[in-house]
């Protein structure tokens, strides 16, 4: 074996990924040859210096910060039990969580739509709600990783409409309108400031909701953010449709249009400011 | 059938503690595989993470009777090539990389007396690896500090052998003349 041969497989050598009898070859030939030992003596300095960039030990708690992540995301694990969810009690305890939920929406906000808060309207009212939450909270805490985040923010964003309704309900937002512009009733600035109002008074938990339940690694498509925005759409309609019934046709119906566009819109917007942001911290 | 994969063989019948002790073997190793790649120590720690997601969404498709690391490295390499497309600034973030690994190896290094000097070479060597085309400068990190062999790193990236052999090559070839050039091969 010669000397051009050898150095052609010196790597190989150096990292032992030749066979036995290469391998103790290359070792015999090494014994007699000085300017193979000289070759190999390089390659060890170049591998020694490579051995000298050590890098720091990683953060301390990523395995928990991992596995965290692992059951928030994938696999669908109570918090407080660390064993994957597949039993029957999932959707049991999605079902209870709904009926809370549904049970709190109708508690803030059966109080405001008195001429069509009927026993029967309620009734109805309360077992759409009790199934919608409850959908979304399986959701949230079952295995499905693409509806996941979907349901988090429908959930979020939900919630925080329904809060905000007894605090500044709808018919009372439309009088300050009203207040505002001279009580010009049916004119077209009314109107504009009206469907402006409604899209804002929509989008504004969606948004608030995205900024705070809508992180995820890497780019997350529009799509989802308007899928999220008609689940939470979905979620608010009634709320919003019984305090529009009471106002008149024209404006219940201009305040129902700008909502319905500012979720259209909210929802990637939404999307596109958590990306924004993501990016931003990078 | 090595621990690793015997693990995974008790992931895919649904053992959780399992995979919470593939998360503590393997975390450290590729901390290390990203931060050595040029991703900055704040998004090492993500990626990570997303690396440990996927191979768990993807643990059924994991042969026990193969080894796990060239398995796990095949998809970490995914997730760092998807972060780069993600990225629109490399350029920042590499320089950003390198700013905070130096002040952290700076804090590493426990003899005061030796501290800038090896904080230099430290730099240096990064500085020279990242001069090296990113193909290469992956299967050298996988075959040097990762410690797969060729045959686990062609299975990883889904290469021959032959284009392992010739990317560790040209990679040490170039890293030679590097090293001499800045001085740090010196006898």
């Known amino acids: ?282 | 059938m090595d621990a690793a994969a015997q693990l995974m063989a008790q992931v895919q019948r649904g053992e959780p503690e399992a995979f919470e002790s593939l998360v503590q073997q393997y975390q450290g190793p590729l901390y290390a595989f990203f931060v050595r790649l040029g991703i900055r120590q704040a998004d090492a720690e993500d990626l990570v993470q997303e690396t440990f997601l996927r191979v768990y969404k993807a643990r059924q498709t994991f042969d026990p009777q193969r080894t796990f690391p060239p398995w796990l490295y095949g998809i970490a390499s995914h997730v760092w090539a998807d972060y780069w497309r993600q990225q629109e600034r490399v350029q920042v973030s590499v320089a950003r990389a390198a700013q905070e690994m130096g002040a952290a190896e700076a804090a590493e290094v426990s003899d005061v007396r030796d501290q800038a000097a090896r904080r230099d070479v430290v730099r240096q060597v990064r500085e020279s690896m990242h001069q090296l085309p990113e193909d290469h400068r992956l299967v050298l990190i996988l075959r040097h500090y990762q410690g797969l062999r060729y045959d686990e790193i062609a299975q990883a990236l889904g290469l021959s052998v032959g284009t392992v052999k010739s990317r560790i090559y040209y990679a040490l070839a170039k890293l030679r003349v590097e090293l001499r050039r800045r001085g740090l091969l010196e006898a």
């Open chain 1, 1 to 282: 074996m010669d000397c051009q041969a050898i150095r052609e497989q010196m790597i190989d050598y150096f990292y032992r990924e030749l066979p036995p009898e290469e391998w103790a070859r290359i070792e015999e030939h090494l014994l007699g040859c000085r300017e193979c030992q000289e070759e190999l003596a390089t390659l060890r300095r170049v591998a020694a210096t490579l051995d000298q960039w050590q890098v720091p030990e990683p953060p301390r708690g990523l395995v928990e910060r991992t596995l965290a992540r692992l059951r928030a995301e994938v696999i669908g694990v109570l918090p407080w039990s660390g064993r994957e969810v597949v039993s029957w009690a999932t959707p049991f305890l999605a079902l209870g969580l709904g009926g809370l939920a549904a049970g709190a929406s109708l508690g803030l906000t059966a109080h405001l739509t008195p001429h069509q808060g009927t026993p029967f309207m309620l009734a109805v009212l309360g077992i759409f709600w009790a199934v919608l939450y409850g959908g979304l909270f399986l959701a949230t805490l079952g295995g499905w990783a693409p509806w996941k985040q979907l349901a988090r923010v429908a959930l979020l964003a939900g919630g925080l409409a329904v809060l905000l309704t007894p605090v500044l309900s709808i018919p009372e937002v439309v009088e300050a309108c009203g207040e505002l512009l001279g009580r010009a009733r049916g004119s077209v600035a009314l109107n504009a400031l009206l469907f402006l109002v409604g899209g804002l008074y929509t989008a504004a938990p969606l948004l608030v909701a995205h900024r705070v339940a809508g992180r995820t690694p890497g780019p997350v498509p529009p799509s989802q953010g308007l899928a999220s925005g008609l689940l939470y759409l979905l979620l608010v309609a009634p709320v919003f449709y019984l305090q529009c019934a009471a106002l008149a046709l024209g404006v219940g119906a201009t305040w129902m249009a700008g909502g319905i566009v500012g979720v259209l819109a909210g929802g990637p917007a939404g999307i596109w400011l958590a990306g924004h942001r993501a990016a931003a911290s990078a």
